[in-house]
């Protein structure tokens, strides 16, 4: 089946995200986002961590009328549609199953092409996502009330990052850094070879009697916290790639500790254990940025991906940008975590490419970058 490539003459991009525990749609026209909608999948809290099994079920049940409700936002119909976009991986198998088989049927129902987005490139090309005026209203609207609003400086689309530029990507399955010389070529320069940088967070959560996902928490009490109370070990790794694990179970040790000398000592110090731990995290991460950017001679430095929404995190990379005169770039709150307008967005630059998948594609649980 050959098809239909250029059905209109602008370009509408149908874009889908299931690869965890977030159902989401975005629609793109040309480059610009004309809706991006998410279903956050709340059951996982009361097992502190993502049940795959439940993930599933859930996207099954949200993903249609997820994709209706971006479609009448973005005022199109499924007929207007260029192509459809699609997490192939990394993430969990059962959950990209659910987008990338819904995905396959718009392909073949419409007769438009199937595009298959790696899920880190996507983060990455987050910074690329621009916002018609109604999604960006939506959008302020919506962070204004959250305690998070230091994104909200300048409009999204006032500046992307210049090629090549770093961009050091922290999630909850993911922590690298990354080389990317254009739109769809990234060159992997460090990662983590154990645990992610998001897990730390979790993992340290769950041990402080905190609810699942813990990182906005942790962030949330860091605030009002003494950073430099307490000290906690960084691996020395050769090659600038990053080990969390240690970190982690040193965590878990300190707690027990100080907890079998005072049973408060949680309550009592809640605020500097977060804010200490997480400048802890923060000043390791930037360490290794510090000396690929010294390396490669790039002063381009982005951010991405779930931990990329840490205030802590987007207050120290710009303070470290403005000592080595780099350019950073740190995307808006609600393109950090999960989000299809990155797919859709990464779906358009292959399009471009006419890098098209066919309808025997697979999800790749591990998925190189
Ligand atoms: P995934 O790893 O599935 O791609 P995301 O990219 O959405 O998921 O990242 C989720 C991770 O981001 C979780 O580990 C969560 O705790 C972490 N996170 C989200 N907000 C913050 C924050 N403000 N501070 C620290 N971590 C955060
Ligand atoms: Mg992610």
């Not at 073949?108 to 899920?119: Q, R, S, T």
């Not at 739109?183 to 967070?201: C, K, M, Q, R, Y």
């Not at 790639?241 to 907890?259: C, D, H, M, P, R």
Request: glycine fraction near 6%.
């Amino acid at each position: 089946m050959t098809p239909n490539v250029y059905n209109t003459e602008d370009i509408y991009i149908l874009g889908i995200e299931s690869s965890c525990d977030d159902t989401s749609c975005a629609i793109l026209k040309n480059n610009i986002l004309l809706a991006n909608v998410t279903a956050n999948q709340s059951i996982h809290e009361q097992y502190g961590g993502v049940i795959p099994e439940l993930a599933s079920r859930d996207h099954q049940k949200n993903i249609v009328p997820v994709v209706d409700t971006a479609l009448k936002k973005a005022n199109i119909s499924l007929s207007q549609l260029s192509a459809v976009a699609v997490t192939r991986g990394p993430g969990l198998s059962g959950s990209l199953l659910v987008g990338l088989s819904f995905a396959k049927s718009i392909s073949l129902a419409l007769d438009i092409p199937l595009i298959e987005v790696n899920h880190m490139q996507g983060h990455i090309l987050a910074h690329f996502i621009n916002e018609n005026e109604v999604v960006s209203c939506l959008n302020e609207e919506k962070t204004s009330n959250s305690s998070q609003t230091t994104s909200l400086k300048k409009p999204n689309s006032a500046i992307k990052p210049s090629f090549p530029f770093l961009c050091l990507t922290v999630s909850g399955g993911h922590t690298q850094i990354v080389k990317i010389t254009d739109h769809l070529t990234f060159d992997l320069l460090a990662e983590t070879e154990d645990d992610a940088v998001g897990e730390a967070f979790d993992k340290a959560a769950k041990i402080l009697g905190l609810p699942y996902p813990g990182g906005p928490l942790i962030d949330r009490y860091a605030k009002t916290g003494d950073p430099t109370k307490y000290k906690f070990p960084t691996p020395h790794l050769k090659n600038n790639n990053y080990s969390f694990s240690g970190v982690k179970t040193a965590f878990l040790y300190f707690i027990q500790e100080q907890t079998a000398l005072n049973s408060n000592f949680i309550e009592e110090n809640l605020n500097d254990i977060c804010a200490s731990y997480q400048a802890h995290l923060i000043s390791y991460l930037l360490k290794n940025v510090l000396a690929i950017s010294k390396e490669t001679g790039i002063k381009q430095i982005a951010i991405a991906g779930g931990v990329s929404a840490n205030s802590g995190l987007r207050k120290e990379i710009e303070l470290l940008g403005k000592k080595h005169q780099w350019q950073t770039y740190i995307p808006k709150f609600e393109y950090c975590t999960d989000n299809a307008a990155m797919i859709a967005v990464t779906g358009y630059y292959k399009f471009l490419k006419k890098e098209f998948c066919g309808l025997d594609a697979t999800p790749l649980a591990r998925y190189e970058i």
